[in-house]
DNA sequence: CGTATATTCAACCACATGGTTGAATTAAAT
DNA sequence: ATTTAATTCAACCATGTGGTTGAATATACG
């Protein structure tokens, strides 16, 4: 779709869909990484770890400054706080299921010494 | 690429990078809803519908009861939660954010009364 | 039965995506 | 001034994406 406007989100989130990125965006985590630096642990030219990062900056995700011939990249946090709110609607989802769940375990439990480990996802 | 065994948030994220899967994982939230329940708002065919909801479907976001002729759709907060979880992670850094501006204006607060407009980001 | 309804399938199209390579740019180092 | 290093640019390629249309597939209705 050629998308004249295309909503904030739409961006953030497809910019997260790739794992490339989202492992550059961890590094960043530990703090100011350059190009280079990010692009290393991956098999990939150093064009493309480039473009990735083009994708991650203009969702806004990283800041970049230009230090010499360097790039110093570094973490925005803000659009990922969008999308963390975003998502944050569909708590009560999954925190419904947990609730239910709790309080089975908890009936269990004050029925029953020992429940088995329960797992899930 | 040719991703052969794609992480899970790769797909999840890919489905909640377009405003329109966005649109009927709301609808959603408020029940179950059929296939052409889901695409009616939208300006695009049943056919690009049935797509995004094949999307949706395949991140595992969706679940479809096929009950009769039509195609019971209903959310699975799961893969949500997932992203949510993931997101999460990075929490501290706009959480530090704000802590540090919440601090910064408390100090200003007990200081002079007015304070001129700081801004970052 | 025949017809209307709900949905998918298949083929197609334009454009995006993620990758490559080789040349260009810019700045640091000798 | 040359060379070396960090990064982007441009062209290209294969595949994916989101859309279309028209036919196919079930299932419900009268």
């Not at 869909?17 to 989202?22: C, K, S």
């Not at 290393?40 to 991650?56: D, G, N, R, T």
């Not at 999308?83 to 009560?92: I, Q, S, T």
């Not at 309080?103 to 020992?114: G, V």
């Amino acid at each position: 779709m050629v998308e004249l406007n295309p909503h904030p989100l739409d961006t953030v989130f497809h910019a997260l869909g790739d794992a490339t990125r989202r492992h550059m965006l961890r590094q960043l985590a530990g703090g100011e990484r350059t190009v280079g630096q990010l692009a290393e642990p991956f098999a990939i030219s150093l064009a493309a770890a480039s473009k990735h990062i083009k994708v991650l900056e203009s969702a806004g995700l990283i800041r970049r400054e230009v230090r010499g011939r360097t790039h110093l990249c570094r973490l925005d946090p803000g659009p990922l706080a969008s999308a963390h709110e975003w998502l944050n609607f569909y708590e009560r989802f999954w925190a419904n299921r947990l609730d239910a769940l709790e309080r089975l375990l908890r009936e269990e439990d004050a029925r029953k010494p020992p429940a088995p480990k329960g797992d899930d996802q």
